[in-house]
T-cell receptor, first 113, second 112 residues
Framework: SQTIHQWPATLVQPVGSPLSLECTVE??????LYWYRQAAGRGLQLLFY??????ISSEVPQNLSASRPQDRQFILSSKKLLLSDSGFYLC????????????FGQGTRLTVV | GDSVTQMEGPVTLSEEAFLTINCTYT??????LFWYVQYPGEGLQLLLK?????DKGSNKGFEATYRKETTSFHLEKGSVQVSDSAVYFC???????????FGSGTRLQVQP
């Protein structure tokens, strides 16, 4: 069966510090991978989307970047965090090319102080 | 472009009450429709789905019917429990589209 792992679960970082959140998927090959952000009490904002290694689409211009160094690994990064980067970050995967459901990780609660 | 509209929350119900959370969509073609549930501090879990018109998705007592004529996918449950308290998201997906399109979410609070 397929599983998705996302870590860390919670993170408190000072303004101006770097960020690295990691997501890995097991039990499937060549998935679509996604990073979403959810501000407190708000809906989901799609940040990045990837259909393959090294292929990243950015949905919203911002202080963040994403990379896909391996088929089932997706990393969200920032060189210098802003207060506005605080939120709940969710990684997800779906079957490539199909209008099927996405499967989500447990999320990372990021607080920038 | 494609969009999903959900009723505003929070929805507050007493235990054993009937639940309806409205969801309507705008899309070309033949999307698949989904309901996700998010419990506090957790990621989203797929609750149910429907892939074509008149399909009924069901899971854990929740149901939703894909109504193409009214472009709706309303979530219903006959008798809610305190444990159903969560945020519910309606979403649509289409082949070739980058990602699912989500509604803004509806918070459900069930009181004992």
């Amino acid at each position: 069966s397929q599983t998705i792992h996302q870590w860390p679960a919670t993170l408190v970082q000072p303004v101006g510090s770097p960020l690295s959140l990691e997501c890995t998927v097991e039990g499937t090959s060549n998935p679509n991978l996604y990073w979403y952000r959810q501000a407190a009490g708000r809906g989901l904002q799609l940040l990045f989307y990837s259909v393959g290694i090294g292929q990243i689409s950015s949905e919203v211009p911002q202080n963040l970047s994403a990379s896909r160094p391996q088929d089932r690994q997706f990393i969200l990064s920032s060189k210098k965090l802003l207060l506005s980067d605080s939120g709940f970050y969710l990684c997800a995967w779906s079957v490539l090319g199909e209008n099927t459901e996405a499967f989500f990780g447990q999320g990372t609660r990021l607080t920038v102080v | 472009g494609d969009s999903v509209t959900q009723m505003e929350g929070p929805v507050t119900l007493s235990e054993e009450a009937f639940l309806t959370i409205n969801c309507t969509y705008t899309a070309t073609g033949y999307p698949s429709l989904f309901w996700y549930v998010q419990y506090p501090g957790e990621g989203l879990q797929l609750l149910l789905k429907a892939t074509k018109a008149d399909d009924k998705g069901s899971n854990k007592g929740f149901e939703a019917t894909y109504r193409k004529e009214t472009t709706s996918f309303h979530l219903e449950k006959g008798s809610v429990q305190v444990s159903d308290s969560a945020v519910y998201f309606c979403a649509l997906g289409k082949t070739g589209r980058r990602a699912l399109t989500f509604g803004s979410g509806t918070r459900l609070q069930v009181q004992p």
